[in-house]
Structures are given as structure tokens and as C-alpha cells.
């Protein structure tokens, strides 16, 4: 089984920086895909960037130039750097992996941007 767990979020001023972490446990592939997406109230889950096992990552437009996501593979996480954070960042962010065509999902962690 794959477990994963997020953690770093928290409440911030518009404007601030955040860095999620994401660790994943159990049997991890060494070809994979480990992303962030998020939920904010009343909407549904979108994507917020994903990254290969060989590093190659992708951006929703709404974060690009704000938001960075990187992996340290030996460790099995996967970072989301926030900064310049905005109102509509607020929202349930969450860690997925991509593996042998199965997915998982970690619980979230909670982005509240607001002044």
C-alpha cells in the first residue's frame, strides 16, 4: 500500500509564501508522477502542478511564476513552494501519485490566504 502525507499549510497573509511537503510511503515505483492539486469551497478539485520521476513538471496557468513543485526522489517527497499568494489560492491542497496505472491520494492540507 501507498500512504502519502502532507503537511506546511496554514494561514497566510495575500502576498506570502507557503512550502507543502508531501511524503509518500509503501511501495513506490521509481517511475512516477507526484502532484499537487486543490479543492477550494464550492469547486471542484483542479490541478496545481505535477512532476515526473525524471523531473519534468507542469503548471496550471493560474500558478505559473508563483507556485515551483520539486521532488527529492531518494526521499519519496514532493514540495510546492507558494509565493506571491493570493485570495484564490485558499483552498484544500492535496498530494497525489501516479503509479503502475493506480493512483492515491493523501488527506490535504488546508491554504487559507486572507488578510
Known amino acids: 500500500q501507498v500512504q502519502l502525507v502532507e503537511s506546511g499549510g496554514g494561514l497566510v497573509q495575500p502576498g506570502g509564501s507557503l512550502r507543502l511537503s508531501c511524503a509518500a510511503s509503501g511501495s513506490i515505483f521509481s517511475l512516477n508522477v507526484m502532484g499537487w492539486y486543490r479543492q477550494a469551497p464550492g469547486k471542484q478539485r483542479e490541478l496545481v502542478a505535477t512532476?515526473?520521476?525524471?523531473?519534468?513538471?507542469n503548471y496550471a496557468d493560474s500558478v505559473k511564476g508563483r507556485f515551483t513543485i520539486s521532488r527529492d526522489s531518494a526521499k519519496n517527497t514532493v514540495y510546492l513552494q507558494m509565493n506571491d499568494l493570493k485570495l484564490g489560492d485558499t483552498a484544500v491542497y492535496y498530494c497525489?501519485?501516479?503509479?503502475?496505472?493506480?493512483?492515491?491520494w493523501g488527506k490535504g492540507t488546508l491554504v487559507t490566504v486572507s488578510s
Open positions: 512532476i515526473t520521476s525524471g523531473g519534468s513538471t
Open positions: 497525489k501519485l501516479d503509479q503502475v496505472l493506480r493512483n492515491y
